[in-house]
């Protein structure tokens, strides 16, 4: 899987991430998202999608194999998703968690609670 | 292990080959010197830190040689232990008999019946007689009788006088977590940074162990009580395909909740 392969499911899984919490918010979050990274060498970090995703991919066989995400933090400015790689030793795609299958190493988390910042301003 | 009296023969305590010309022991990793009593250099395997006195890398076997002894030059327990990557299962069973052999354990029936343990219980079981020569780094009881334990259904116990808000979470381990648990006992930190993953339940910590992705690994279900209070200090969610509800704290947080948190608990295989 080449980088670019692994950014586009990555995006794709965080957007499952946004879904789950504007269903669950009954808000439409904001599209700006702020990563906070636990793991690859990162204790709770924040960066850009475009920046984790660099950080979380090995190569094109090798990957760790279970990468967590959950939407922790919303505001009307940008939308917080924490992301955490395991510490398993990285192995192919098919050694990732991969439930459903194609996800890969990627695992939704339903959080307890999702901070939200100014809820008023928030778009209904 | 000093020697009087001539002999030719250079082969003496323990078998061990005797240097005339220096006077000392060649115990293959080091040299011993019975004049001092001592090894000349440090034991170049790990101390046991459960275990004070094998922190002194210089002494003889723990200074038990009377029960011991250590051809190689390293730990007592690692030569007896005849440790290799190819065969931790009966390295575990040499782990108890050279407990046994240090009068650590008792012979008989009892270590048939810890030579019946699957792996993880073995080495727990020395871990725990050397807690008990040590002071327990670990709480004890929770090696020696899992089927005791009383696992929580619930996601916070219900409390009683004694654990008055606490809360008990469970933790799935594999081998080498399972090692860092019996020699310092804590989890241990993540080589990535990734921090630790608790389930709020002992079948979700179970369910997580049996999943499909831990299907080769040998993994033990452990436990902790930490103060509720601290529940603050990490994230919840809800594994769904996993671990069901589960707390995630970052390596920041783990020096703390070492701090805070009871002493481990093995429970044994999921």
């Known amino acids: 899987m080449t980088f670019d392969e692994f950014y586009k499911l990555f995006q794709g899984e965080l957007q499952k991430a946004i879904k789950n919490a504007e269903e669950?918010?009954?808000?439409?979050?904001?599209?700006?998202?702020?990563?906070?990274?636990?793991?690859?060498?990162h204790f709770g970090d924040l960066m850009d999608t475009l920046t984790a995703a660099k950080e979380l991919y090995i190569?094109?066989?090798?990957?760790?194999?279970?990468?967590?995400?959950?939407?922790?933090?919303?505001?009307?400015?940008?939308t917080t998703i924490f992301v955490r790689a395991s510490s398993h030793r990285p192995g192919t795609f098919d050694q990732t968690w991969n439930n459903p299958p194609g996800s890969g190493p990627f695992k939704q988390l339903i959080p307890k609670e999702i901070i939200v910042e100014k809820e008023e301003d928030l778009m209904s | 292990m000093s020697h009087s009296g001539a002999s030719d023969n250079p082969y003496r305590y323990t078998g061990q080959q005797f240097d005339a010309l220096t006077g000392l022991y060649s115990l293959r990793a080091r040299y011993y010197d019975p004049a001092l009593g001592r090894f000349l250099s440090r034991d170049p395997a790990e101390p046991l830190l459960t275990l004070p006195r094998a922190l002194n890398r210089y002494v003889y076997v723990a200074d038990n040689p009377l029960n011991a002894a250590d051809p190689?030059?390293?730990?007592?327990?690692?030569?007896y232990s005849l440790i290799t990557e190819e065969d931790e299962e009966s390295a575990a069973d040499f782990y108890v008999i050279g407990a046994i052999s240090l009068g650590l354990l008792p012979e008989g029936d009892f270590a048939l019946?810890?030579?019946?343990?699957?792996?993880?219980?073995?080495?727990a079981l020395l871990v725990v007689t050397l807690?008990?020569?040590a002071g327990p780094a670990i709480a004890p009881e929770a090696y020696l009788s899992p089927q005791s334990q009383t696992p929580s259904t619930s996601p916070i116990a219900t409390p009683t006088p004694s654990d008055m808000n606490r809360v008990t979470l469970y933790r799935a381990i594999g081998p080498a977590?399972?090692?860092?648990?019996?020699?310092?006992?804590?989890?241990?930190?993540?080589?990535?940074?990734?921090?630790?993953?608790?389930?709020y339940t002992y079948e979700g910590a179970v369910r997580f162990a049996k999943s499909p992705f831990n299907a080769n690994v040998e993994m033990t279900?452990?436990?902790?009580?930490?103060?509720?209070?601290?529940l603050s200090r990490g994230y919840t969610f809800n594994d769904?395909?996993?671990?069901?509800?589960?707390?995630?704290?970052?390596?920041?947080?783990?020096?703390?909740?070492?701090h805070v948190m009871s002493p481990i608990r093995i429970l044994g295989s999921p």
């Open chain 2, 72 to 79: 190689s030059g390293r730990q007592a327990f690692t030569e």
């Open chain 1, 59 to 78: 190569g094109e066989d090798r990957f760790y194999r279970i990468i967590d995400l959950a939407v922790i933090k919303v505001s009307k400015k940008e």
């Open chain 2, 240 to 258: 769904v395909g996993g671990a069901g509800w589960s707390i995630h704290f970052s390596d920041i947080v783990l020096p703390e909740l070492y």
């Open chain 2, 221 to 230: 279900i452990t436990s902790i009580d930490i103060p509720s209070e601290f």
């Open chain 2, 131 to 133: 807690a008990s020569v």
């Open chain 2, 113 to 123: 019946f810890a030579a019946g343990l699957p792996l993880g219980m073995r080495i």
């Open chain 2, 177 to 199: 977590e399972l090692s860092e648990v019996l020699t310092t006992g804590t989890y241990g930190y993540s080589p990535s940074g990734g921090g630790k993953y608790f389930a």
């Open chain 1, 24 to 41: 669950r918010l009954h808000k439409t979050l904001s599209p700006e998202v702020k990563i906070v990274l636990h793991g690859a060498g």
